[in-house]
């Protein structure tokens, strides 16, 4: 008797997906060194300290840990998912002790050396959260339903919320409430609680708000970094001056804006000055000239950079890009044999969608200046190997679909 044949088992990579990841890292690349080249040192840095050739070098071990995530199905590595979170909360802890997180830039905790390189632990902590949010919540329906549920999926993101904005770094805290909410909505959590919530939230938002922009120095009831403070009233158009300011203490207050809206105001004349086709690479005068500041044109302003020398074509490169990740994406999480691997490939997607809109709407001046990192354009080695192995867990699904 003869054996009826195996059905084969369809096992395919998502090839657009994959394709616009490598046309982002080969734009990455390039742009990275337009906006280091020039500050260091005429081609004199040491090649492993030059900034393109570290990208380089994080772009290649991304792509290996996103490989060896395709190994085994997601299903078994959510096993291990809540063992990945609560070892993102303690390096979220770590980071804040004196003599483990390393101070740098404005006097924000965010980074832990590792000899010769940082590590970010709030980047791993958001890819740590959706996946244990994304196990936690791939229950039956009834118990989806429940209040204690949703409290304890919305504890799951305020920890790690809390703990960054402790740090402080507010833009990257601020990215877990609407990718929780998203996997909430999509897991089926009842709407009525995530209407109060927004409801909430918004009137706290408002409050805060208020108290940061107009309430006097000495009834703040929230006390932010001076340069926290600064960015808001400047997205806000809100005068440094005191209300009874002299005309000497309005001069001073004029030039503390413009110092503090220097970065934003460049970014914006480069993005507005690249024309169609932009002035060519390395040829932008924001960027060589030092006009965009070198500090920040490589990693949170890269998309200045890019739109200065690439023009409209460029960016809508870019944009067109990322359009086809977040598509696909999307094709993923509605092909997803279940609710395990729809809400990652949800969660994953929710998390893009964010930071790309919150960096680019801040390089053309949409939204207030944060440090939220463009996924695998700017330059940061945490920021590209957590991008690349969100977008190995992407293909994870993808191949294990039917199996």
Not at 159 to 168: A, G, H, N, Q, Y
Request: charged share 15%; proline share 5%; with cysteine.
């Amino acid at each position: 008797m003869i054996a009826p044949p195996r059905l084969k088992r369809e096992r395919r990579l998502e090839w657009p997906m994959l394709l616009a990841v490598v046309g982002l890292m080969g734009i990455g690349g390039l742009f990275v060194a337009s906006a280091t080249l020039g500050g260091e040192g005429g081609g004199q840095t040491p090649w492993l300290r030059r900034g393109y050739v570290r990208q380089i070098i994080w772009y290649g071990l991304g792509s290996g840990l996103g490989v060896l995530v395709c190994l085994r199905s997601y299903r078994g590595l959510s096993r291990w998912a809540m063992v990945g979170y609560w070892a993102a909360i303690l390096l979220l802890v770590a980071v804040l002790i004196p003599g483990i997180g390393s101070t740098q830039g404005w006097g924000a905790r965010r980074w832990i050396l590792l000899g010769p390189f940082q590590f970010q632990p709030s980047e791993f902590a958001k890819i740590a959260t959706i996946f244990a949010l994304a196990s936690y919540l791939s229950r039956p329906a009834p118990e989806v339903a429940t209040p204690g549920l949703f409290f304890k999926s919305l504890g799951l993101c305020l920890l790690p919320f809390v703990l960054i904005l402790r740090e402080p770094d507010l833009g990257s805290a601020l990215v877990f409430l609407p990718v929780g909410l998203v996997m909430m909505f999509v897991a089926g959590v009842p709407t009525r609680f995530l209407w109060r919530l927004i409801g909430g939230g918004a009137v706290a938002v408002g409050l805060l708000l208020a108290d940061i922009l107009w309430a006097p120095t000495d009834w703040q009831v929230v006390q932010l970094e001076p340069y926290q403070k600064r960015r808001l009233m400047v997205y806000f158009g809100q005068s440094f001056a005191p209300a009874n300011a002299t005309e000497a203490e309005r001069a001073r207050a004029w030039r503390e804006y413009r110092d503090a809206s220097h970065n934003v105001e460049q970014a914006l004349i480069s993005v507005g000055s690249g024309g169609l086709t932009g002035k060519g690479w390395r040829q932008g005068t924001q960027n060589a000239l030092g006009y965009l500041p070198r500090a920040v044109a490589h990693n949170d302003f890269i998309f200045s950079v890019i739109a200065e020398e690439s023009g409209f074509v460029g960016s809508a490169t870019v944009l067109a890009l990322y359009a086809v990740i977040l598509l696909t994406g999307l094709k993923i999480a509605s092909q997803a044999r279940d609710r395990l691997g729809l809400l990652l490939a949800v969660g994953i997607v929710s998390l893009f969608f964010c930071q790309v809109f919150i960096n680019i709407g801040m390089n053309i001046r949409l939204m207030p200046v944060t440090g939220i990192p463009l996924p695998l354009l700017s330059y940061g080695g945490t920021s590209v190997v957590c991008a690349l192995l969100a977008i190995g867990l992407l293909q994870n699904v993808q191949l294990h679909r039917q199996t």
